[in-house]
């Protein structure tokens, strides 16, 4: 028999049943045993006082690297996986733009048992479309499923060839995955290094114009409803691709899509002074397409909300602009980053931040969790919205520090993760009360 929890007197946010209210919640055997206004605990139970503290189903991130084989001095699987806890993160999806590439059962076999190992967020893998993310030949997509895949995707190479992503939609559908899909047609700026326009032209950089990303998401969009597959699109960054996704899911198109922290909340500006910190890909645009990103988060055309944590090693982000490797962290800050600059500021409210980052997650990749209906698994994120906190990367437990973010003062923090019923990992914090019966 597993440790029982009881969360005493927080407000509970779960928009899967359009509950926001004060609530006791039990756990026990790693499940949501009662959720009720008052909850006698049982005996032997340990008593978490949540009053003043939000708890809300497990946060879900459907967009994550591991580095995990290949990439150990950037990340591993266990210090992904609590850097992914500490940031209130239960779960993680992790990209398969390993070396090698995690393009057969073995190579997702490891990641999850490593995954488990690790006993901290949950980290699920997620399979190559094609073999080597080479963009020619379909990965055995059934044999990953049943090694734990829950999605496919070339992540970080687009898939250029057509007919590959049109198999790739057709055969996903059999067992009820996603397709999730890195737009960019490399063919109209091989050697960009940023956002084309005037503050690239300044520094004397090559430019991504936004057409790179907007004529991949179209075509998927057309495979998608030609096919009847699921596809999603990461990290979106351009208006037009917010609209063309808006317009695709009017017409019932079987699409979801998802905007990362940085994309909602930066500019190309961040970039200057040569900020490699800031390079990534798809690099951070103009403001009209920042105010596009946020106002397809508020209306749902961008239904999740996903970190696309990608550490590298501090060697690595200090070479040259032209050089350094494109991506930033961003576990540890993402709530943080949420709760402040698009919450506060009047983007969404609480609950649709929520479902965008919890029960939109695990419907789109048909993962446990996003909600804390009784019966369903036990995994919880508790949040302190009134907590003040400034971002030291030197503090992350991820490996890597390569984050614009440094120095932000932030309000609101993950204090405690839960996952199947046991805590993870909790802040250092007084307002943190615990009690035992």
């Given amino acids: ?19 926001d209210g004060v609530r006791d ?46 990439g150990e001095h950037k990340e591993t699987i266990a210090s992904g996986a609590r850097a992914a806890a500490a940031g209130g993160f239960t779960a993680v999806c992790a990209m398969p733009n390993t070396d090698p590439a995690m393009d057969d059962p073995a190579s997702v076999s490891f990641v999850a048992a490593e995954g488990r190992r690790a006993q901290a967020a949950r980290v699920y893998p997620v399979g190559c479309i094609s073999v080597g993310r080479s963009g020619e030949r379909l990965a055995p997509v059934g044999e990953m499923v049943d090694a734990g895949a ?7 190479s687009p898939v250029t060839n057509s007919l590959l992503m049109r198999l790739a939609l057709e055969y996903a559908q059999s067992f009820g995955i996603p397709v999730a899909d890195h737009p960019e047609d490399l063919s109209l700026s091989p050697a960009g290094q940023m956002n084309e326009g005037l503050v690239a032209t300044r520094l004397g950089l090559k430019g ?23 596809l999603h699109l990461q990290h979106v960054s351009t208006r037009f691709g917010v609209e063309s996704i808006r317009q695709a899911k009017s017409r019932g198109v079987h699409v979801t899509a998802e905007a990362s922290p940085h994309h909602l909340v930066l500019t190309e500006d961040a970039v200057d002074g040569y900020r490699t910190e800031a390079k990534m890909n798809p690099p951070l645009r103009a403001q009209t397409d920042v105010d596009a990103v946020r106002a397809g988060l508020a209306d749902g055309a961008l239904d999740i909300i996903a970190t696309d944590h990608a550490p590298h090693h501090y060697d690595e982000k200090e070479a040259a602009f032209e050089d350094a490797p494109n991506g930033i962290v961003g576990l ?30 695990a419907r789109a990749f048909g993962l446990p969790g996003g909600t804390l ?13 009134d907590a003040q906190w400034t971002v030291d990367a030197a503090a992350f437990l991820s490996k890597s520090r390569n984050t614009p973010f440094a120095g932000w003062v932030l309000q609101g923090a993950p204090v405690r993760t839960i996952v199947g019923g046991k805590t993870v990992w909790e802040a250092a914090r007084e307002d943190v009360r615990e009690d035992a019966t």
Wanted: hydrophobic residues 45%.
């Fill in 332 to 361: 540890e800050t993402a709530v943080g980053i949420v709760l402040t600059r698009v919450v506060n500021e009047g983007v969404i409210d609480l609950a649709t931040m929520v479902e965008r980052m919890s029960c939109q997650p």
């Fill in 208 to 230: 991504k114009p936004n057409a790179m990303e907007d004529i991949h998401i179209l075509r998927d969009i057309m495979l998608a409803e030609l096919t009847g597959g699921h």
């Fill in 25 to 70: 919640i039990l756990l026990a055997d790693g499940m949501v045993a009662a959720l009720g206004e008052q909850i006698d605990a049982p005996e032997d139970t340990r008593i978490i006082d949540c009053a003043g503290l939000l708890v809300t189903p497990g946060l879900i991130d459907v967009h994550v690297h591991l580095r995990e084989p290949g």
């Fill in 150 to 156: 829950v999605a496919i995707t070339d992540d970080g």
């Fill in 373 to 385: 209906a009784e019966g369903s698994v036990g995994d919880v994120s508790v949040l302190d919205l």
């Fill in 1 to 19: 028999m597993s440790e029982k929890l009881l969360l005493k007197g927080g407000r509970v946010l779960d928009p899967s049943q359009d509950l």
